[in-house]
């Protein structure tokens, strides 16, 4: 009987243990009650500076008339990857940024002329450029750009018989206009 | 922006040398300091 009334004892304690920690959790609303705070997740900022890589395709048209002293044209596809550094600042829902893309390419091709043919390739083309783009969405940027472009075109010659005859390596400077999401 | 810190991005650009071009199509990755 002791031991029954000791056992229902520490029953009713344990029990009212535990009500005062739910009572001490969950307080009832009264004067001065304040809900928690809902704090929404932070939006992403575009201001910063960023570095990153790249894969893609690529085609070319080539034209190296003077290297080979007729006309000379090839039109190459293949794949270009690099890297990239840039830096954006935000205003609102405007972002505007510079950028430097350095790719290098398998761009290759083999063009026959009247005096033998010649295998042409595109190296690496660079692009400098600046950005403007528009968030649609706090974390999508629709976006164009331009600047400065340089590529590096190797050209080697050959005559019908196959033998070696000529090269050049050219780099040429230019322009560059596009435009994408991230 | 999918991740802290990380973008996606795809792009198109055209190059001009004068007599010769080059365009890409390209897709890549960002990391945000």
Not at chain 1, 30 to 39: D, K, T, V
Request: proline residues 6%; glycine residues 14%; charged residues 10%.
């Amino acid at each position: 009987m002791r031991k029954s009334l000791a056992l229902c004892a520490a029953t009713i304690a344990l029990a009212a243990g535990h009500a005062f920690a739910a009572d001490l959790r969950f307080p009832p609303p009264g004067p001065g009650y304040l809900p928690p705070a809902f704090l929404p997740p932070a939006l992403p900022n575009w201001s910063g500076c960023y570095a990153g890589a790249n894969l893609g395709g690529a085609w070319a048209k080539i034209d190296e008339g003077n290297t080979v002293g007729g006309t000379l044209t090839a039109n190459p596809a293949g794949v270009a990857g690099g890297g990239q550094v840039g830096c954006d600042i935000q205003f609102d829902q405007w972002v505007f940024g510079i950028r430097d893309m350095f790719d290098g390419t398998n761009l290759r091709s083999s063009t026959s002329f009247s005096a033998g043919s010649a295998n042409t390739r595109t190296n690496w083309f660079d692009t400098l450029t600046a950005r403007e783009g528009f968030l649609f969405q706090p974390n999508v940027l629709i976006y164009a750009q331009g600047g400065a472009a340089w590529t590096n075109t190797s050209v080697i010659v050959f005559n019908f018989a196959g033998t070696q005859i000529g090269q050049s390596s050219t780099n040429n400077n230019g322009w560059t206009l596009g435009g994408g999401g991230e | 922006m999918f991740a802290p810190h990380w973008s996606v991005f795809a792009e198109y650009n055209f190059m001009g040398f004068g007599t010769s071009n080059i365009q890409d199509l390209t897709a890549g990755v960002n990391y945000r300091f």
